[in-house]
Each structure stands twice: as C-alpha cells, then as structure tokens.
C-alpha cells in the first residue's frame, strides 16, 4: 500500500495563478482532509470530507475549493494564490467510525507564492 | 474558547528528565484523543491513541482528566531523539460527520 499520497512535493507559483495539489490513498478511507501549517504555527483545517460527494469546511476555508468524486482522491484546488496562501499542505485520511480516528499523513506539498 | 489548546513551549529539558505537557478540549462529549509526533515539518506520526482513561507505551504515557477536559502527555527519561513537536487531537464526537482539529502543538527540546 502506498498509504497517502501528494504531489507535488514542492510548488512556486505567482500571485494570481491557480493550481490544483493533488492527494490520494489507498486504504479505502472514508474521511480526508486538507491542512496548512504555517512556521511556528500547528496544522490548520482547510476542508474535510467524509465521503464520496460530500464536503465541508474547515478552520480556514477561504481562498480554496475542494472536491470529492471517488473515495481516493481529494485534491485541493487554489483559485488565485496569494503570497498568505505560502505554507506546507498536508493531506490526511482516516477510517470512520467511533474510535476510527487515526488519521494517516501525507508527505506534504511545500507551496510558495510570489 | 478555542477547540484545543496546547502551551507552544518550548519546553527545554536535558536528558534524562520527566516532561508533561497538557492539552485542552471544548467539547465533552470528545470520546477519543491522539498524540502526533512531528518532526521538522515532516507530516505527523501518530504517537498514541487513548480511548479511555490513558495509556502507557514505553516511555510514554498519556492520561485523561475529563472533569477538567485535558489530556496529559507524559515522557520518562527523555532521549535527544524525542526532541520534536507533539500535537494533540480530539476524535470526532459526531460519528462520521465530525472533523478533526489539532491543538498548535508543544515543542520539545531536549539537551544533552
């Protein structure tokens, strides 16, 4: 099993560009979301998602959209990046279910925005 | 008050010695609660997972005090290696539809 999966591992963009970080895994996990983690700071939640279809926002939603057509995949997409938008994302999943919270990481996207 | 909450340190001890750090949830229904390690920036790693009153690996031991909402992690005899940032995280209180929030995070750093 690769476990969870992100590309790309390190991104530069300009203002105003748009991109789409990619995540996956392979575990059949229901819930997935989307963090940032700024320096010195701990992981902020950009949006979740508990199923196929179905999605929601987190602590820090503006800025980003989401979308989630099969269990495996999550991406996150950045409409038009801002230099605030420079931090590392890091994709996690877990199984659901009471007590299921484990949550397996990503190796993060490293995103810099000029 | 904020979902969860953990003092950023850091928390500066040599080796050998006992540390805790403390972590503070809102919702009391909160069930479950995870210790993530993380290094440099890598992605977390789970710590260790308590479901009831605590639990003990090794080294490390967490506990719980549901009358005051916080967990506790505690680490024995600590090595250079443990030197990292510890997060904390309570488990979803509403079954599937709940999300996750981690607390900022403690920063351990310990000397030779």
């Known amino acids: 099993n690769a476990g969870v999966t992100q590309t790309p591992k390190f991104q530069v963009l300009k203002t105003g560009q748009s991109m789409t970080l990619q995540c996956a895994q392979d575990m059949n996990h229901e819930y997935m979301s989307w963090y940032r983690q700024d320096p010195g700071m701990g992981l902020r939640l950009i949006h979740y998602s508990v199923g196929a279809g179905i999605t929601d926002q987190g602590e820090v939603p503006n800025g980003y959209n989401v979308s989630r057509s099969t269990t495996e995949d999550f991406p996150l997409r950045l409409l038009s990046a801002a230099p605030s938008q420079t931090s590392v994302y890091f994709c996690?999943?877990?199984?659901?279910?009471?007590?299921?919270?484990?949550?397996?990481f990503g190796p993060g996207t490293r995103l810099t925005v000029l | 008050r904020k979902e969860v909450e953990q003092d950023p340190g850091p928390f500066n001890v040599p080796e050998g010695a006992t540390v805790a750090f403390n972590c503070t949830y809102s919702n009391s229904a909160s069930q479950s609660f995870f210790w993530y390690r993380q290094d440099c920036r890598k992605e977390p790693k789970l710590l260790m997972s308590?479901?009831?009153s605590g639990n003990e690996d090794g080294r490390f031991t967490a506990q719980l005090n549901r009358a005051s909402q916080y967990i506790s992690l505690l680490i024995r005899d600590s090595k250079l290696s443990d030197s990292a940032t510890y997060l904390c995280?309570?488990?979803?209180?509403?079954?599937?539809?709940?999300?996750?929030?981690f607390g900022q995070g403690t920063t351990l750093q310990v000397k030779p």
């Open positions: 996690a999943s877990s199984a659901t279910g009471l007590g299921a919270d484990e949550q397996f």
């Open positions: 308590v479901y009831s």
């Open positions: 995280v309570p488990g979803r209180v509403r079954g599937n539809t709940g999300k996750l929030i």
